[in-house]
C-alpha cells in the first residue's frame, strides 16, 4: 500500500529559527529519510518553496484564470511531502508520527489510488 | 435455523471474509447471500451437517464472484485478484478460526470516528441492520447508513489492518473497543422503560460483545470489568421501574428484584480482574455498582466505599459525570453541603449546561441543604432536558413536593 505524507506546517516557524536550530531541522529530516530508505519504504519526497511562490491556475469558460497566492490560505502550509509505501495503515501512521514534522505541525495521511 | 447459532455464526463468518479481503460490505452482503440461500436450501435438503461450513462455502463463492466480475474503480485489479486468490487458497476446515476480535480492532481503530465504531461493531460482528442502530442512536436511518457505509470504505480504502495489536498497544486499543461496547449499553439503557424495542435489546447485544471480548481476551481486567460493569447494571433491570411504570431511584429499589445470578457472575467476574492487578476505569465502576449492592446483604447502603471509590475513579478519568457522581456520593457520607462544593461548575461547559442528571442531582442536594428557591430552578431545567417520560415525572413529583414543603 502507497500512503502520500502531507507535512502542513507554519512556514514562519523555520525562518524565525537560529540557524543552528535550522541545521538541526535539517538534519532530522535526513535521518528520517535515510530510515525510510533503510526500511525500503521510500518511493519519494520533496520540500516545497514557501507558499509566497505559489500560483493557483484554473480554466473557467475555455479561459484560463492565474492567480498568485495558494489555493487554501490557512495558518498551517503545505510545505513537502513523503510518499511510503507500507504494509497498512498502521505503519504508514507510525512512520508519520515519526517525521519531525509530526512535531512541528500536522501531517496528513492519505492511501495513494492505485491504478490497474 | 436456529436463532443463537445464525447469531453465533454470523460475526465470525463476515470475520472471516473481511480479515481476508478488508472489505466490510462486501463480507456483509456475501453472508446475507448465503442465508438467503440457507433459507431457500435447507428446508427442501435438510440442514447440513455443519451449517456454518456451508454457509461459509457458498458466502466465499459470493465473494470471489464478486470481486473477479466487477472490477471495481477504486480498486487495482492485481489487488483484488491477490485477495480473491487469499480467499480461494484460505483453508475451509471444519472449525472456522473466530477472528471476530481482529475485526472488532479494525472497527474501533483510531483512524474511525470515535462516534460511529459503536455502530459499526453492532452492524459487523451482530449484523444489525442500519435502521435498528439508527433507531438506538436516535439518528436517522439515512444518516447512521451513510456513515455506516463511510467507514467500512475508509477501513478498506486505507488500509486499516485487521489484527489484534501487539501486547505493548494492545490495552489502550482496547479500550476504544470497550468504550464502544460500553456506549451500546448506555443506549439501550436510557430506555428503561423498554418502550423502544430496538434500544432495550441494545443492553443485551452490548452484554454479548462484552461476554465475547471477556471470552477472547481473559488476561485482559478491564475487558472482564466490563462485563462485570454491564452485569451488576442489567442485574437491576427490573427494579428501575415500579408496576405502574414510574421511575425508581437506586435507593429505594426493591433489592428482591435485583437478579441474584447475573450479581453472582459480576462478582466472580471482578474478582478475576482484580487479581490481574491492573486496575482502569471500569473495573472501578463495576465496584461502584458492587457496593450498592451491598444494600442487598446488609440492608444499608455501603457509601463509604462509593465514595472512595469514586474518588479513585475521579483521579484516574476526571470526567463531569464521574465528578457529578461522586459529589452525591460524598452528600450521603459528608453532607448536602459538602456534596454541593464538590459538584462541578456549569458556568463555560455547555456539555454539563445541557447534562439533565447534573441539573437533577443538583437540584436534590440544594433541596437537601434548604436553598429551596435555587433547587426549584434546577428542577425545572432537569425536566426540560429529560426525554424519558416515566423520569421527567419523577422530577416533577419532586419538585411538587419541594413547593408544598415551604
Redesign the interface.
Known sequence: ?QYLLLLHADEAGFSSMTPEQQQQGMAAYMAYSQALIEADAMKGSNRLQPVATATTVRVVDGKTQVLDGPFADSKEQLGGYFLIDV????AA?SWAARCPGASHGIIE?R?I???? | MANAVARESYGKLVAFLAVRTRDVAAAEDALSEAFAAALKDWPVKGCPENPEAWLLTVARRKSIDTMRGQRRYELASDELESAAEILQSAPLEAEIPDERLAMMFACAHPAIDAGIRAPLILQAVLGLDAARIASAFLMSPAAMGKRLVRAKFKIRQSAIPFRVPERTELPARLDAILDAIYAAFTEGWTDPGGVDAARRDLTQEAIFLARLVAGLLPKQAEALGLLALLLYADARRRARRSADGEFVPLAEQDTALWDGQQIGEAEALLRRAGALRSIGRFQLEAAVQSAHLDRRRTGRANWVDVVELYDGLFALAGSPVVAINRALAIAEVFGAQAGLDAMPEAGGDVRLAEYQPYWAARAELLSRSGAIAEARKAYEIAIGLERDAAVSRFLERRLAALSTSV
Open positions: 500500500m504494509p497498512d495503515l498502521d501512521l495521511v492511501p489510488w492505485a491504478m490497474s
